[in-house]
């Protein structure tokens, strides 16, 4: 079985497929004002798209090379890794955002890898539409783009270019929810009964994704902080931090 077959099985049934899952967990959770909650499944659902994008161009979804040096380091949960190693693949014209490097690294830093809350974590009131627009943007490169036919031998030219010069129409931009990806798990979600929960989940307050193109929406936005006991006053001490140490991992 051809290499690049089975790594697309896996961009798009371990990866994307979940990714996509993680996402509408992700807004449930921030619908239900749960920050750390919304704060992992939105990271998981970014860190699983940007893995699948490599695996779909036939790059490792596990290691990078760190710079100036041969050494291979594990990607785990950091998502400016991912985005750096996606970015290296120049005939994508993979752009996002400005602002989507710092918001990554929020994600990864409060998300990622604070799952127990082992340092102060905060999210504001736009963190949905971040995620929203984070996401449609990475999410239409999740995909394989061939350059030839099924069943053909040959490289059909400029097959893989007009795909990509689709993917990057700037007519979309004004109105994304007309892009769609073929078999993806949201396009889906989309086609179930308005009433189904994961569609509602979905569809609530998006401007990204729904059946409809919408210039804006109203709904209750969801901003909180919260320190955890070790970085709080009483926690100064040295003895309480070495007592404390031997029962979790601070």
Not at 201 to 225: D, I, Q
Request: hydrophobic fraction near 35%; aromatic fraction near 14%.
């Amino acid at each position: 079985m051809d290499l690049q077959v089975i790594l697309n099985t896996f961009a798009t049934d371990v990866f994307r497929r979940q990714a996509d899952y993680d996402y509408i967990a992700a807004r449930m959770n921030y619908r239900m004002q749960l920050r750390q909650q919304f704060l992992w499944s939105a990271q998981q659902a970014v860190e699983k798209y940007l893995k699948s994008i490599l695996l779909y161009n036939g790059k490792s979804a596990r290691y990078y090379l760190q710079e100036g040096s041969l050494k291979k380091k594990e990607f785990g949960h950091n998502l400016s890794a991912l985005n750096h190693e996606v970015s290296k693949i120049d005939y994508l014209k993979f752009k996002l955002p400005e602002w989507s490097q710092q918001y990554m690294e929020y994600l990864s830093e409060l998300g990622g890898f604070n799952r127990y809350l082992t340092k102060s974590s905060y999210n504001t009131p736009d963190a949905m539409h971040k995620v929203d627009e984070l996401i449609w943007n990475i999410r239409r490169y999740c995909q394989y783009i061939a350059d030839r036919g099924i069943g053909c031998r040959h490289e059909v030219p400029g097959m893989k270019e007009a795909v990509i010069s689709s993917i990057n129409n700037p007519g979309y931009k004004t109105k994304p929810v007309a892009f769609k990806l073929f078999n993806g798990e949201l396009e889906k979600i989309l086609e179930r009964p308005h009433k189904d929960p994961a569609r509602k989940a979905l569809v609530w307050a998006n401007l990204f994704y729904g059946k409809r193109n919408r210039k804006s929406v109203t709904f209750r936005s969801m901003s909180s902080s919260e320190i955890p006991p070790q970085h709080r006053d009483w926690f100064e001490s040295e003895t309480n931090r070495e007592t404390i140490s031997e029962y979790i991992r601070l």
